[in-house]
Nanobody
Framework: QVQLVESGGGWAQAGGSLRLSCAAS????????IGWYRQAPGKQRELVAT???????NYADSVKGRFFISRDNAKNTVYLEMNSLKPEDTAVYYC?????????????????WGQGTQVTVFS
């Protein structure tokens, strides 16, 4: 089992910045990918950014150049630095942890979700 605790959501003015944190505990010693997804009212949950245990990152086109994901393996914590925020970034942001059972991300996995944190950007 993996437990995820998110923090850092809140309000920001358009053009401003926020930083989200996701602390993982439990069975985190594995090939894994931690990411952030978001869900706006009336929309499907979408990927924002991910980072693997090897440090590879992936971003949605809508946030490239504005959002930056990083991880501190010693603290089992992933951060999402969100800059140049736009009202369309308003959503509930969820931390996601994928634990792979093999030696690569081509293997099967279990995934876990955080409880979500609200981000609201006003113009």
């Amino acid at each position: 089992q993996v437990q995820l605790v998110e923090s850092g959501g809140g309000w920001a003015q358009a053009g401003g910045s926020l930083r989200l944190s996701c602390a993982a505990s439990g069975s985190t010693f594995s090939v894994n990918v931690i990411g952030w997804y978001r869900q706006a009212p009336g929309k499907q949950r979408e990927l924002v950014a991910t980072i693997s245990s090897g440090g590879s990152t992936n971003y949605a086109d809508s946030v490239k150049g504005r959002f930056f994901i990083s991880r501190d393996n010693a603290k089992n914590t992933v951060y999402l630095e969100m800059n140049s925020l736009k009202p369309e970034d308003t959503a509930v942001y969820y931390c996601n942890f994928k634990r792979y059972y093999g030696v690569s991300t081509d293997s099967s996995y279990s995934q876990y979700w955080g409880q979500g944190t609200q981000v609201t950007v006003f113009s």
